[in-house]
């Protein structure tokens, strides 16, 4: 399967995305790639290859595996762990895929919080913080001070 732009992802499992999201009372983020995150933690989002791909709980996830027959998301030649792929058949039984949502939503309640931001650019780090960095002769312990 080839991978497809984020402009080219279809119309209709968009509109099925957005409706779920909102269904679910949470927010989309992204631009390109259509994601929903929750305390710094991605929950849920659109595949290079179009598909709905949702985070879920271990057990959560291997009953989901094994009952709508779809196996773990794959990006990039990696597998993204705790994902599983939203097969099409079940983009149209709202009913069920509201229910995974709502899983996968309540599991990534349950995740530790991550930290949202990233260090402004041009932010310098302290010298003694870096590791490696070089101690002046004047801080060294055991170092002589000259007369001035």
């Known amino acids: 399967m080839t991978a497809m732009a984020r402009a080219d992802v279809p119309e209709r499992v968009l509109a099925i995305y957005e409706r779920l999201i909102a269904s679910a009372g949470v927010e989309r983020k992204g631009g390109k790639v259509p ?3 929750m305390n710094g933690n991605m929950f849920s989002f659109i595949t ?3 598909a ?4 879920l709980g271990d057990a959560d996830r291997e ?3 094994a009952k709508h027959g779809t196996g773990p998301v794959i990006q990039y030649g990696a597998v993204m762990r705790g994902y599983v792929e939203v097969p099409d058949a079940l ?3 709202t009913t069920v895929l509201r229910r995974a ?3 996968s939503v309540a599991h990534a309640a ?3 919080a991550k930290p949202t931001t990233k ?3 041009g932010a310098k780090k302290s010298a003694a913080k870096k590791p490696g960095a070089k101690i002046s002769a004047a801080k060294k312990p055991g170092a002589k001070r000259s007369a001035r």
């Open 48 to 50: 290079q290859e179009g």
């Open 52 to 55: 709905i791909a949702i985070r």
């Open 63 to 65: 009953a989901f595996m």
């Open 110 to 112: 349950t995740l530790k």
């Open 91 to 93: 983009l149209t039984k």
């Open 101 to 103: 949502f709502a899983k």
């Open 119 to 121: 260090p402004k650019p």
């Open 35 to 37: 994601y929903t995150s």
